[in-house]
Antibody
């Protein structure tokens, strides 16, 4: 059974940094592209970033490009999201999601989801 | 910037049929956008329903179907049940690895 467990969320001041992690199990992590998707309180879902299975290709939403960095450690079955220069509008539940394939293409979709970790940006 | 549009809310009677749509603020949705659909109940993680326009994810009942209707992607629920009351989101592929969620549709079954 696929399991994705996010961690690292919490309360952080504007301008601060945070590193989110997602521990994966139940599948061969190194074979699949992975994603971060977020949801602000009471709002809809927003795709944040994707990383290919090898980690060689990364993609970002315009709203986070330059401030967020997605990475993965295939030896530890872990997906990461480094978030810098945090803003109030980054307050959200951050979900880790697995794609159904390793490369990144139009056919990719979010096959499995974690339960999310809450990031709150406030002074 | 292209926006993915969905009806903010919709209601359906138990046992009825409802079609939710997913469009673009500029242009038409086609199979090349590989539309996918996700269901989310409050406080829960999303659940994958449909991918690549019309393929049901594992375990999803055949009451849920996806299609292209005119210039939009569509999710049709036939024989609506009380536990179908959820938020529904579409995702479109915009090229270059970029995916965009629609704003979501809150479906009420009453």
């Amino acid at each position: 059974e696929v399991q994705l467990v996010e961690s690292g969320g919490g309360l952080v001041q504007p301008g601060g940094s945070l590193r989110l992690s997602c521990a994966a199990s139940g599948f061969t992590f190194s074979n699949y592209a992975m994603n971060w998707v977020r949801q602000a309180p009471g709002k809809g879902l927003e795709w944040v970033s994707t990383i290919s299975a090898s980690g060689g290709s990364t993609y970002y939403a315009d709203s986070v490009r330059g401030r967020f960095t997605i990475s993965r450690d295939n030896s530890k079955n872990t997906l990461n999201l480094q978030i810098n220069s945090l803003r109030a509008e980054d307050t959200a539940v951050y979900y880790c999601a697995k794609d159904q394939r390793g490369g990144v293409a139009g056919t990719n979709y979010f096959e499995s989801w974690g339960q999310g970790t809450l990031v709150t940006v406030s002074s | 910037q292209t926006v993915v549009t969905q009806e903010p809310s919709f209601s359906v009677s138990p046992g009825g049929t409802v079609t939710l749509t997913c469009g673009l603020s500029s242009g038409s949705v086609s199979t090349s956008h590989y539309p996918s659909w996700y269901q989310q109940t409050p406080g829960q993680a999303p659940r994958t329903l449909i991918y690549s326009t019309n393929t049901r994810s594992s375990g999803v009942p055949d009451r849920f179907s996806g299609s292209i209707l005119g210039n939009k992607a569509a999710l049709t629920i036939t024989g609506a049940q009380a536990d179908d009351e959820s938020d529904y989101y579409c995702v479109l592929y915009m090229g270059s690895g970029i995916r965009v969620f629609g704003g979501g549709t809150k479906l009420t079954v009453l």
